[in-house]
């Protein structure tokens, strides 16, 4: 079981990366033409950023137990309740579930703050047709890292919020639109997320928060706060990804719509602490995969971030 556990991981894990961070898996220019017959596979394989909500996104080798999870739907999400509680003393509401080899993806959100979307794996014998309950496991890291980002957007909620009435305010101006919450829902599971950008931790200074939360995660926000240690707060350990979308199909990036988010975002103050990321892509989602960057997104990132260090009055003195 140890075995398999390690191949589902990965499984899991390099679809979520590919889904979260925008790897293209696709060699097509936005129109599919690439070489004789793609245009009409195009058509299957990709939905417009407005319709997807998720469907189409598979696992690998997870037709099966893909089946078999949702003959079992509801003793697996009570399984997936009971585990979240006991590990993590953290109430989830279920999803989606995801077939994959020997198991079954859970995709859960929290209830409540600090808000975060994660997922645990539910192992699933093929052969036997059983769901093992009993057996609920989470990959490595991921949990634990949700919770992270999920603390971070509560101790700078008011610099996230700016950004989010940035974003908003943007998209009502101009043909770019975000991804719909229901995807983040469905197969989203990447921690502190919204339909316009998710946070990722890298780091060690949240680490003693996290252990706070598995003490007693019901803390005010003043707490919070007071916990972080202002002299580790460190922009390169936080990355910000924003993943914008043409609004109309058939159009590439646009080239002044990209310049200008990256130009309002390098001048804008106010930010929480952050290393951010700008993707813009055209109307395209790969369904399978859950990921909108192709060979013509328009991209500011790595090694070239915008930086955005702590502010006077970000945390409380």
């Not at 679809?15 to 293209?24: K, N, Y």
């Not at 097509?28 to 469907?55: L, R």
């Not at 922009?235 to 988010?261: A, G, R, S």
């Not at 602490?273 to 700008?278: D, I, N, T």
Request: proline share 4%; aromatic share 10%; glycine share 8%.
């Amino acid at each position: 079981m140890k075995h398999k556990k390690k191949i589902l991981a990965l499984t899991i894990g390099i679809s979520l990366l590919i889904g979260g961070c925008g790897v293209s898996e696709s060699g097509n220019n936005q129109n599919g033409d690439n070489n004789s017959t793609e245009g009409e596979q195009n058509k299957n394989i990709y939905a417009s950023v407005q319709d997807y909500t998720g469907q189409g996104y598979t696992l690998k080798s997870g037709e099966k137990t893909d089946e078999i999870a949702e003959d079992h739907r509801e003793e697996i999400d009570k399984a997936v309740k009971e585990f979240f509680m006991e590990e993590y003393k953290t109430e989830v509401k279920v999803h989606n579930t995801v077939g994959a080899v020997d198991g079954a993806s859970v995709f859960v959100e929290s209830v409540g703050e600090p808000h975060f979307y994660t997922f645990a794996v539910v192992p699933i014998d093929t052969e036997k047709g059983k769901v093992l309950t009993d057996q609920v496991w989470a990959q490595e890291g991921q949990v634990e890292a949700a919770i992270r980002g999920g603390l971070y957007g509560l101790i700078f909620e008011e610099g996230l919020q700016k950004l989010d009435n940035y974003l908003k305010e943007f998209t009502s101006k101009h043909p770019v639109v975000g991804v719909q919450e229901e995807k983040n829902e469905n197969v989203g599971g990447a921690g502190y997320m919204t339909p316009y950008y998710y946070i990722t931790i890298f780091g060690e200074s949240f680490d003693p928060l996290y252990k706070m939360y598995l003490e007693n995660p019901d803390r005010s926000k003043e707490e919070w706060v007071n916990a972080l240690n202002e002299k580790s707060v460190n922009p390169d350990e936080y990355n910000i990804t924003i993943q914008l979308f043409m609004e109309e199909p058939n159009v590439d990036p646009d080239k002044e719509i990209f310049n200008q988010i990256v130009s309002d975002l390098e001048n804008m103050n106010g930010l929480p602490p952050a290393s951010y990321s700008v993707y813009l892509n055209d109307n395209r989602i790969h369904k399978s995969s859950g990921t909108g960057t192709q060979d013509n997104s328009l991209v500011r990132s790595n090694p070239n971030y915008i930086i955005k260090d702590l502010e006077k009055g970000d945390l409380n003195e």
